[in-house]
């Protein structure tokens, strides 16, 4: 298969995927309300995914280099369908909380293996671009999965689990046809002793001193706070609307749809001319600004319209600001650890959504909008640390 239609397959099962994987989000607030479970479930079932997704994301990132992106997708697709069912078919919170474990195991290999087979298999030139359209693709195609999802939810609340889970499998099949030899991946061999010692996370992540440096920390400080802080404000409003609105599953998806289509356009012209056009250290700060501004708008807005429009440039101050950072890192990564350093990058952003989901949980039940506010905040933060990065940076080429 050539270089240009191998990705264009490539692009487009990763589309199937990311719709499929939001299939369960507009029902679960449905799940916990019908269950009777306490408010806060919907931060600590997310947070729960999350943990694990941290703690395998640094192994995933090691393992691809000694097998192929197609296998574990495969493997990984095929595991998150069986973790959807589980999680299905729970109906205590102690059910809920160890199936979206599961969940996060596989996840883990999901969102680490795109970011390497990408980085591994494209053309220099080409790799921004794609990294665009990976992180493009992620959030706009997430977004209608939440619609799909959401009226799927309107018929049945299992229904959307168990298609979830059946078209999970399937587009884990078609990568596996789909993607090629990424990098030195089947090359390599690697004992079974050596892949225990690899599958320890602390192990992979006291690896990550090999190309830590205050550059990377700062960065990855960055990517800890806006994903802390975009977790927090989706955990919270996507609650909000079932919770204070009463809204049904249908109106958080066609809200969802919105967002999406306001994120592609968003990051197929504003994205790609940051990259290509830009200091992406200054529009960094300027993206993360975007964000806090419009999170305290949440906060303030009297009325569901003001709130919805704030929401929305929320959203897309996120999707833009993900695959310039996505970019700036894997400039700065060595060819050799690049690997490593996506994998670390996904766990970082496991840790920030797992702070954030489960701030908003708790935090919920106090106000309604106290994660909203939270989100201001952090997003302020998130803004400091990029001016930090910038100024360093500056520094350091002085």
């Known amino acids: 298969m050539r270089y240009k239609t191998r990705f264009a397959a490539f692009f487009a099962a990763m589309v199937i995927f990311n719709l499929a994987a939001n299939f369960a989000h507009p029902v679960t607030p449905t799940v916990i309300q019908n269950l009777g479970l306490h408010d806060y479930m919907f931060g600590v079932a997310l ?6 997704n941290f703690l395998v994301s640094p192994f995933w990132g090691k393992l691809n280099s000694y097998i192929a992106a197609r296998i574990s997708l495969l493997v990984c697709c095929c595991g998150y369908g069986v973790a959807q069912v589980w999680f299905a078919c729970s109906t205590t919170e102690p059910q809920i909380i160890l199936a979206r474990m599961f969940a996060g ?15 591994g298999t494209s053309k220099p030139e080409d790799q921004g671009k794609h990294l665009t359209i990976t992180a ?3 959030s706009v195609a997430s977004a209608f999965g939440y619609m799909v999802g959401g009226f799927l939810g309107e018929i049945s609340v299992i229904l959307a689990f168990f298609v979830q889970a059946v078209t999970l499998a399937a587009v884990g099949v078609m ?17 079974v002793k050596r892949l225990a010692k690899e599958a320890n996370p602390f192990q992979a992540f006291l690896d990550s ?18 994903n802390f802080g975009n977790t927090a404000f989706d955990q919270a409003f996507n609650y909000y609307l079932k919770d204070v609105l009463g809204l049904t599953s249908s109106y958080n998806g066609i809200i969802k749809a919105a967002v999406g289509l306001i994120s592609f356009v968003s990051n197929m012209t504003l994205c790609i001319w940051i990259i290509k ?12 600004s975007v964000c806090a501004v419009a999170a305290l708008g949440t906060v303030v807005s ?73 989100t201001f905040v952090i997003y302020g933060v998130s803004a400091a640390v990029a001016a930090g990065y910038l100024g360093y940076r500056r520094r350091r080429t002085a």
């Not at 195991?105 to 980085?119: D, E, K, N």
């Not at 001193?209 to 806006?226: C, D, E, G, K, P």
């Not at 704030?310 to 690997?339: C, E, H």
């Open 136 to 138: 493009t693709i992620q």
């Open 209 to 226: 001193r090999t190309f830590m440096s205050v550059s990377f920390a700062l960065l990855f400080a960055v990517n800890v706070l806006i």
């Open 277 to 288: 056009g830009t200091d992406t250290k200054r529009s960094m700060v300027c993206l993360t």
């Open 302 to 374: 009297p009325g569901m319209g003001m709130l919805m429009g704030f929401g929305v440039l929320v959203y897309a101050g996120y999707s833009v600001s993900v695959p310039v950072l996505q970019d700036m890192i894997a400039n700065q990564a060595d060819m050799r650890q690049k690997n490593l350093v996506m994998g670390f990058f996904n766990a970082t952003k496991s840790l920030g959504s797992i702070a954030g989901s489960m701030t908003a949980g708790f935090i919920y039940s106090l106000h309604a909008k106290l994660p909203f506010a939270c």
């Open 175 to 191: 990568f596996f046809f789909i993607c090629g030899t990424d990098g030195e991946t089947e090359r390599k061999r690697i004992s």
């Open 105 to 119: 195991l596989f996840t883990g290999g999901v969102f680490v293996s795109f970011l390497t087979y990408v980085v």
């Open 47 to 52: 947070a729960a995914m999350q943990f694990t």
